[in-house]
């Protein structure tokens, strides 16, 4: 459909193959073969090849795959990308993420699980981490560098 080169709500490129407009609703199951962009009110299962992006209008009722993700707007639904998943200022999201990468911005609602799986290791063996989001006791969240230092200095 379009198949033009676009900068999208966040650091991603590819092409622009289904957009639905901001006063459109669609019902329904969509597979893309690049990347997709919901302004509108989508209820249904999205899978892009690329990147799938919720603007600040977006109503999204559905489970996604892509390789990357912005939210903006709202998702009811799980989200799992292969790479990389943007939440960004005003954004909710009520599911579970699965994501090597995870972006959250101040002033996002996310009610779900994150599944954070790392990259393959050099022997073959892939480990992964799964969490609840949450906030340790000094606002940091748990498992993150900050969080971890707190902890192993109360062992101490």
Same mark, same amino acid.
């Given at each position: @459909?379009? #198949?033009?080169? !676009?900068?999208?709500?966040? &650091?991603?490129?590819?092409r622009l193959?289904? @957009?639905i407009g901001?006063?459109?609703?669609f019902r329904?199951d969509i597979s893309v073969n690049g990347s997709?962009?919901?302004?509108? *009110?989508?209820?249904?299962?999205i899978v892009a090849t690329e990147s799938?992006? %919720? +603007?600040?209008? #977006? %109503?999204?009722r /559905?489970? !996604?795959? =892509?390789?990357? @993700?912005? %939210? =903006?707007g709202?998702v009811?639904?799980?989200?799992? /990308?292969?790479?990389?998943v943007?939440?960004h /200022?005003?954004a909710r !999201?009520?599911g579970?993420?699965?994501?090597?990468?995870l972006? !959250? *911005?101040? +002033?996002?609602t996310?009610?779900?699980k994150?599944a954070? $799986?790392? $990259?393959? =290791? =050099?022997e073959g &063996?892939?480990?992964?981490?799964? +969490?609840?989001?949450g906030?340790g006791?000094n606002?940091? &969240? $748990?498992g993150?560098e900050?969080e971890? /230092?707190r902890?192993e200095s109360f062992?101490?």
């Amino acid at each position: @459909m379009f #198949g033009f080169g !676009v900068k999208k709500e966040g &650091a991603f490129e590819g092409r622009l193959n289904c @957009m639905i407009g901001e006063e459109s609703r669609f019902r329904g199951d969509i597979s893309v073969n690049g990347s997709a962009r919901i302004d509108g *009110d989508f209820e249904g299962s999205i899978v892009a090849t690329e990147s799938v992006i %919720v +603007g600040k209008c #977006g %109503v999204v009722r /559905a489970d !996604v795959q =892509a390789r990357d @993700m912005v %939210v =903006a707007g709202a998702v009811a639904g799980n989200l799992r /990308a292969h790479d990389r998943v943007e939440l960004h /200022a005003g954004a909710r !999201v009520d599911g579970d993420i699965e994501t090597r990468t995870l972006v !959250v *911005d101040e +002033g996002v609602t996310f009610n779900g699980k994150c599944a954070m $799986p790392e $990259p393959v =290791a =050099a022997e073959g &063996a892939a480990v992964g981490k799964t +969490g609840s989001v949450g906030r340790g006791e000094n606002g940091h &969240a $748990p498992g993150t560098e900050a969080e971890t /230092a707190r902890e192993e200095s109360f062992r101490r």
